[in-house]
Each structure stands twice: as C-alpha cells, then as structure tokens.
C-alpha cells in the first residue's frame, strides 16, 4: 500500500505503483498520447482511470453491453449532453464519423484548446464489435486531430484479446498509434494483504490464502469480504448464500469478454476436469469441439485474459504444450459452487472439513505458487538467475516407474529446483512414505532426463516443515507461505 499525491488530489491507491507511474509519466509528458488499458473483468481498470484523472477528464464514455449501434450513438450523446452541461439531449450522430467530429468540435472550443484534455472511453470493444464502424471513427478523430493536440486518450476494455488484436496490433489507421500499454493484473497476496489492512480488516495470512483460492486476486471480489468475520464465514456469505456475488458470477465472467461464450466455456469445463493439465487433443475430446484455427484463438484469448495457462513439459517440445486452468475464481466455482442448485443455501464451513476439499485445496494452494513464481525464485535467493519453469511427466516403462512433477526450476547456475508443494493447515512432518516419494521423482527425473545437474529439493508449505529424520539430507530450502507474500 502507498499514498499517492498527483497535481489535484490525494488518492490512497493500493498496489499500482507501476501503473501510477505510467499514468503520471503520460499526463505529464506534454505531448498527445494514447494509452490502452485492458485487463479481466472486475480487476480495477476503471477505478484506477477515474481515480488518478478524477476533475480532469473532458469526456467520458462507456461502452454498452450487447447495445447494438444506434444505442450505443445516442449513449455518445448522452455524454455529449453531461460534457456539454446541456438540459436537453443533442442530434444523436447518425454513425461514429459524425460522433467523433462532434468530439472533436467540442474539444476545439476556444475554453479548452489550450488546456491538456483527457478523454476516456471505457469498455471500447462493446462499441466496436460485429459490423460497427466505432474503430473508423476513432481512427479519424486520432489522425486528425488528437496525434497533434494536447491530449491524453485513455481506451480501456475488459476482452483483453480483443484489445491485443484490434487495437495494439491494429494494422490500419490505429497501427503503431497507442503511445503506452497498460495491461491490470489482479492483485498479489501482498497487494490483497495490503487491501485488507487498508480497510482496516486483519486476517492472518493463513486466511488470506483461504480467500485467495476461492477469489483470486480481484479487487472488486475481495471488496464483498467483511471484517469480524473468518475466510469461512466471508465464503459462505460471497460464494454460497443466494445473494452472494460470488454465486453467480460466472455466469456473467465470459460472456462480458468474449463473442459466443459457450465455446470458452466448454475450454473451461474441460480444463477443469482435472488438475495437471492437458494438451490439445485431449482438449478436442473433453470439450467436443473441432481442431482448427479457431481452437488456437480461443486458447490464446482465454491465456491472454489470464484464465489458463500453457507450458511445455521438461525434456519436450512445443507440439506438447499443455493447458491448465489457473483462474482461482474458475477453478473454485467449478469445484463447489456450480452444481450447487440455485434455491439451495449450503454451509462452505462443513465443506471445508471433507475430503475433498483437502484434496483440492493441496491443488490450489500449488495454484497459488505458480502465480507467485517469482516470489519463490527471490525467496531461494535466485531472483537474478535466468530460469525456466516446466512441469514433468513420466509415463512407467519396462525399466522405470512413471512420475509427475509440477513445478521445476531449470537454472542457469547449472541447478534444477525440484518443488514439493504441500498445503496443510501445520507445521509439515514428512513421513517415511512422504520422504521415499520424494526420493523416487528425484530419481526417476534424473534417471529419465540423464541431467548432469544438481537437484535441490525445495519444499512449500504453509506453516514450515518441522525437522526429523525423514526430512534431514533429503530436503535442501524450505518455504513457508510468507514466502508468496
């Protein structure tokens, strides 16, 4: 958390920092800029635009949901009329040609010309989707006008992809036109930490790791969360309560980002069938979808939105990349809340107790570190070090067992981090059985890859690893979770 001051307002902003910084370099630069903001649904984009820009921001306007064109031009005039402080609504612009020399009309008047404006269009793509012509509009109004006035454009769009394709790699009058990117991640556990104690609610890390599997780190989900209460009562209250927000959210996650959600969907549902990823081919059969192109660009805009992610196995190649479901919201509704029926009310506090819940929850903690991958590389003392992080996979042959390994560091200080993620709500005592497991992924990695590199053994857990003689000489580092903070 860190107090921010711009030139007009104090803003406290949690996390961000980076961001701000990008913000602040812009409007201060003094010369026309475009800046695209994207990122998922519900992560902050529009709060951190409106915060930092609050009392500066000439023209404001937001993107209807599935509004069809005239509805979406005369939501332009809307805010035409808000703009131009009228009583009574304006022509409403009979396409965006019109809309945007109207804009750029308004902007032009003698009051502002000399002044640094800032215009701000949110959730763009719902404008400029199907047979729109927003983007030829907006083309004009930058060509020319904005590329050469004291201006500051701010587009911002929750379908990630889109934003990527139609806007960063636009190849025709927006090419090469945005000055500065900004694509808003959710929070870390850090960040969420920092939240909380800003609005003065304390929970130990060991509940904030509960709600963090349950809501990731999206700043709008992790706003439902009340003090005086434990991570249970919170995701009981959010996630199974029929009122929670929770509850129904997933319903609307998908189909705010993407045209013909049910397809994406299906990638989810599928991904989510088990917990150690899968590859194409097997995605076609679980989903009962067809292979092609479109495949490869749902994937790429699912992994682009930050909903799953890709990686290719030790030792293999890139026609083996697999495909795991890594969003927590996703994973945790799919688990527990889906098949929930609507008119019923359960108790996430006698889930929480069963066995499947401490089975998942082993999953999502393991989740959790590889979200976090780059605090466990600093924590190892290896943050400078070029690394490469992979899976592992070894099916039994006639001389080996098979075995699995879910997180490898590959360094380049000829040593290979091999991680055992273990989530339990006490110090770890490894047992016999625990310790001889270890041992045999250890030696049938070696044995398989024929590495000539060093393995440590590198243990994550949540509360620390109390030592006996199962874990002395077989375990290198240990992690707790204050590591991922």
Known sequence: MFAYIPQVKFIVMIGRKKELDIIESIYASGKPELIAVFGRRRVGKTY??????????????????????????????????????????????????????????????????????????????????????????????????????????????????????????????????????????????????????????????????????????????????????????????????????????????????????????????????????INRTEIIAKAKIKDGGGLTAMLKELELSGFISSYIPFGKKKKDTLFRLTDCYSLFYLKFIKDTPVNETISWQSISQTQTWKTWSGYAFENICLLHIDNIKAALGIAGVHTNQYSFLAKPTNETEGTQIDLLIDRQDNVISLCEVKFYNDELILTKADADNIRRKKSIFRHVTATKKQIYVVLVTTFGLLKNQHSIGLVDNELDMNALF
């Open 48 to 277: 951190l635009i409106g915060s930092f820009f609050e009392g500066k921001i000439d023209f404001e306007l937001t993107g209807l949901k599935d509004g069809k064109r005239e509805q979406q031009l005369r939501n332009f005039s809307y805010a035409m009329k808000t703009a131009l402080k009228l009583n009574e609504l304006p022509p409403v612009p009979k396409d965006w040609l019109a809309a945007f020399h109207d804009l750029k009309s308004y902007l032009e008047a003698p009051e502002r010309n000399q002044k640094r404006k800032v215009i701000f269009i949110d959730e763009l793509p719902w404008m400029a989707s199907g047979k729109s012509d927003f983007l030829t509009g907006f083309s004009y109004f930058w060509n020319s006008y904005a590329a050469k006035a004291n201006i500051v454009v701010v587009i911002c769009g929750s379908a990630t992809a889109w934003m990527i394709q139609k806007i960063i790699n636009n190849k025709g009058g927006l090419h090469n036109r945005v000055t500065r990117t900004i694509h808003l991640q959710p929070f870390t556990l850090q960040e969420t930490e920092a939240f909380f104690k800003a609005k003065q609610i304390q929970f130990d890390r060991y509940q904030l790791l509960l709600l963090y599997m349950a809501m990731g780190g999206i700043p709008h989900y992790l706003a439902q969360v009340v003090g005086g209460k434990s991570a249970a009562q919170n995701i009981d209250e959010i996630c199974f309560k029929k009122q929670g927000l929770l509850r129904t959210e997933f319903d609307n996650l998908y189909s705010a980002l993407f045209n013909n959600p049910d397809r994406y969907e299906a990638i989810i549902f599928a991904l989510s069938s088990t917990w150690k990823g």
